[in-house]
C-alpha cells in the first residue's frame, strides 16, 4: 500500500504563487508515475500535470500549460507541483495520486492511489 500527504494548499491571490508538495510511504514510488488532479466545487475531477517515473513524458492540462511545473524527487519518494501566475478559476482542492505504471497519463481512472487533498483558494 501507499500513503500520500499533500501539502502547500492555502489562500494566496491573483497572479501568487503555490508550490504543492506529495509525500509517499508504506512503499517507495520511485518506479510508478504520479500526477497532480484538482476538483472544484461542483465539477469533476480533472487532471492537472502528471510525470512518469524517471520524469519523462511529462503531461500538462491545457488550463495550466506555462503556469504550472510538476516535479519528483524519488530519492525522497516526493512529487511537487510549482504554481505561478494563479487564477481564481484554478481555486479547487489538488490531490496527488500514484498509477502502478511508470508511464504518465491524465486518465483519471489508471491511478491507484490517492491522497486526502489540500485547498488552494485564489482570490480575485
Known amino acids: 500500500q501507499v500513503q500520500l500527504v499533500e501539502s502547500g494548499g492555502g489562500l494566496v491571490q491573483a497572479g501568487g504563487s503555490l508550490r504543492l508538495s506529495c509525500a509517499a510511504s508504506?512503499?517507495?514510488?520511485?518506479?510508478?508515475?504520479m500526477g497532480w488532479f484538482r476538483q472544484a466545487p461542483g465539477k469533476e475531477r480533472d487532471s492537472v500535470a502528471a510525470i512518469s517515473s524517471n520524469g519523462y513524458p511529462i503531461y500538462y492540462g491545457d488550463s495550466v500549460k506555462g503556469r504550472f511545473t510538476i516535479s519528483r524527487d524519488n530519492a525522497k519518494n516526493m512529487m511537487f507541483l510549482q504554481m505561478n501566475s494563479l487564477k481564481p478559476e484554478d481555486t479547487a482542492v489538488y490531490y496527488c495520486?500514484?498509477?502502478?505504471?511508470?508511464?504518465?497519463?491524465?486518465?483519471?481512472?489508471?491511478?491507484?492511489?490517492w491522497g486526502q487533498g489540500t485547498q488552494v483558494t485564489v482570490s480575485s
Open positions: 495520486a500514484v498509477r502502478k505504471n511508470s508511464v504518465a497519463t491524465s486518465r483519471i481512472r489508471e491511478y491507484d492511489y
Open positions: 508504506g512503499r517507495t514510488v520511485s518506479r510508478y508515475a
